[in-house]
């Protein structure tokens, strides 16, 4: 079982210790925001996250950010940060009706047929087995199930 939370720190360095590493610390965090916490238009919300830690996948938000600067160059500008993180998981919604399964056998499902459907295709569709097809058509009142007209509503009871 997943975790509901992660906390953790991060450090940013900007110090020059590896080489080929950023510079400027205020781009780097601002980097980093841009993606756990900004606001995102076109979603209306902050980013869904996966993190990924050796085997574990996480899917998540940012729930706390702590910030500390902890050096400093002699002109007062940051090199060095410390940032404490809390993840609260999350999973988004396209997912989580995945994961729920609504085209479950279990339930009942109302179908409004469509140009080109067919019974053993809508079974397919709902059970994952074309072979009930007997069955939902008696269930349907159907004696012709060969040729569904567009637009007619087919019941799908629950299988037991």
């Known amino acids: 079982m997943l975790p509901s939370r992660l906390r953790f720190e991060l450090l940013f360095d900007v110090t020059g210790a590896l080489p080929n590493s950023a510079t400027d610390l205020a781009e780097e965090i601002n980097s980093f ?3 756990v916490y900004n606001y995102q238009g076109s979603i209306h919300e902050p980013y869904y996250l996966k993190l990924y830690w050796g085997t574990l ?3 998540a938000r ?3 950010l702590q910030l500390q600067y902890t050096l400093f160059r002699p002109d007062g500008s940051p090199l060095r940060a410390r940032a404490e993180v809390s993840f609260a998981s999350f999973v988004d919604p396209k997912t989580m009706a ?3 399964n609504k085209q479950s056998a279990d339930l009942t499902h109302v179908v409004t047929v469509r140009e080109g459907d067919s019974l053993p295709l809508l ?3 709902i059970y994952g087995d074309a072979t009930c097809y007997p069955w939902v ?3 349907n009142g159907l ?3 060969q040729r569904l007209r567009a637009g007619t509503r087919l019941v799908f ?3 037991k």
């Open 33 to 35: 925001l841009s993606v």
């Open 57 to 59: 996948v996480f899917g």
């Open 62 to 64: 940012l729930m706390d």
């Open 98 to 100: 995945k994961q729920e």
């Open 123 to 125: 079974c397919q569709r």
């Open 137 to 139: 058509a008696r269930a």
């Open 143 to 145: 004696t012709h199930f």
């Open 157 to 159: 009871p629950p299988m």
